[in-house]
């Protein structure tokens, strides 16, 4: 009797994380229930292992924690935790459950769009405009040159592209992957560098905006040519660029009177926090339907907020939540679709190679000269060509659709993914080796956080040694 009674309780524990709904095409669905206890097991595993991956980038290569957090999400897919414990894997993230985490990633990613917005400094964007023209143009125009110069070759071997893909196409989807900068993660490093208020963080930011609007534009033509028709490029293009007009021209203006409701309140109340994020999920809406992406919706409501009260209060109250828990929603559901080892022979690692070495050449080395010319000291032209070098994972999001839509084969998915990750590591410690040394030595930059807590310990040491 009680071996019986044990055997169920071992049974029901075993089927905690199983499919309890009514059975579809001969397989048993998902219950309600079922997702949420998902949810909450993936949640707490997420965060563990971006903590600790983390602290691990941190303490040991250098890289600020959102790296790490990039890291952690390529380790918790098929390339890593899949690869050697594909059924624990599998349990643990069921195909099921990708849209619902699909949905917390985007809003939380989009969400620290916004809060990066609110720190935009339009005085600078305005004593660097010449410069942030320059580094935008060179962005998009040397990153598409070159991919049309690699791109037939590319063609040639087979599996990397659809098959009957013409060669307009693929030129334009890879000059689209190659042109992108991580938008979020270049804010990410910016903000942890301390670079968030200053005139290189302000242009790189801009720069790197603009560049990732034309590449997701691009992306919305070439879908067209695959069948989803000429209206989707259209409403992606005049949609995008209405919306802009129309926060920059007239929500500004609109937006002024909840500053002043704040600082009549004197704090973000409850009420004025619900009328911020609803106009966020409407900012991220519709971006989102014309078909560019919810970040650059909430990245432009939180440029056009009035500075003042509302923004220390938004900054106060809403970042926690999205940096600790909403992001690394994303991070992880975007390494769930990366699967790294189909780059298996030496031919496709020298591809890869040639990719990654033109990537860099297009970003950092065509940045770095557009802002020479623009007037930019050399130190200061080499900072923003590093941090514009950041792919990160809006390389895979852009790649992930080329997959899904038949645009390229899961060995060029595969590259592009270490193409990301690599240009990503690389950008902190380039940045600092070009720029930021440098800069903290002079007192232009402030110290990092490690270096900051460090000198902060020497000072309690010699103050607490008796004086001689």
């Not at 000291?377 to 895979?396: K, P, S, V, W």
Request: charged letters at 15%; aromatic letters at 8%; one cysteine or more.
């Amino acid at each position: 009797m009680v071996s019986h009674m044990f055997d169920e309780l071992m049974r029901a524990i075993g089927d905690i994380i199983g499919a309890h709904g009514p059975a579809v095409n001969a397989a048993q669905s998902f219950a309600p229930s079922d997702y949420s206890i998902h949810f909450f097991l993936q949640i707490a595993v997420i965060l563990f292992v971006c903590r600790v991956v983390g602290w691990m980038a941190k303490r040991f290569m250098g890289q600020p924690q959102v790296v790490g957090e990039m890291i952690a999400g390529v380790v918790l897919g098929p390339s890593l935790f899949g690869l050697f414990f594909p059924e624990i894997q599998a349990a643990l993230f069921p195909q099921e459950t990708r849209n619902m985490l699909y949905v917390g990633a985007q809003f939380g990613v989009g969400l620290y769009m916004f809060l990066v917005g609110t720190t935009l400094r339009l005085d600078h964007f305005r004593s660097k405009a010449k410069s942030a023209v320059g580094v935008s143009a060179a962005g998009i125009v040397a990153p598409f040159l070159l991919a049309a110069a690699i791109t037939p070759m590319l063609l040639g071997i087979p599996g990397l592209f659809a098959e009957g893909l013409g060669q307009g196409g693929a030129t334009l989807f890879m000059g689209a992957c190659i042109a992108l900068t991580a938008f979020p993660m270049l804010a990410r490093i910016i903000n942890e560098r301390g670079l968030a208020n200053t005139s290189l963080g302000t242009l790189a930011l801009t720069a790197g905006a603009f560049d990732d609007a034309v590449s997701w534009c691009v992306l919305a033509i070439v879908l067209a040519t695959f069948g989803a028709g000429p209206g989707v490029a259209l409403l992606a293009i005049v949609g995008g660029l209405g919306f802009a007009l129309f926060m920059l021209l007239v929500g500004r203006k609109l937006l002024v009177v909840l500053g002043r409701a704040v600082e009549a309140k004197g704090e973000l109340t409850h009420a004025l926090l619900a009328v911020v994020l609803m106009l966020y999920a409407l900012s991220a809406f519709f971006m989102d339907a014309v078909g560019i992406h919810a970040v650059f919706g909430g990245f432009l409501l939180g440029v056009c907020m009035p500075r003042g009260l509302l923004t220390d209060e938004i900054k106060k109250k809403v970042e926690p939540l999205t940096v600790v828990f909403l992001l690394p929603m994303f991070f992880t559901y975007s390494g769930l679709n990366t699967q790294l080892t189909t780059v298996n022979s030496l031919s496709i690692l020298a591809v890869a190679a040639g990719i990654l070495l033109v990537s860099i050449a297009a970003k950092f080395g065509a940045c770095w000269l557009a802002a020479r010319l623009a007037g930019e000291d050399n130190r200061t032209a080499m900072g923003i060509g590093a941090l514009m070098n950041a792919r990160g994972l809006m390389e895979l999001i852009i790649i992930n659709i080329g997959l899904q839509k038949g645009i390229i084969g899961p060995t060029l998915f595969a590259i592009m993914v270490l193409m990301a990750i690599v240009t990503t590591v690389m950008a902190g410690p380039l940045f600092e080796l070009v720029y930021g040394r440098k800069a903290r030595a002079d007192g232009r930059l402030g110290a990092l956080e490690g270096e900051a807590t460090e000198a902060e310990g020497r000072r309690d040491r010699d103050a607490a040694q008796p004086a001689s």
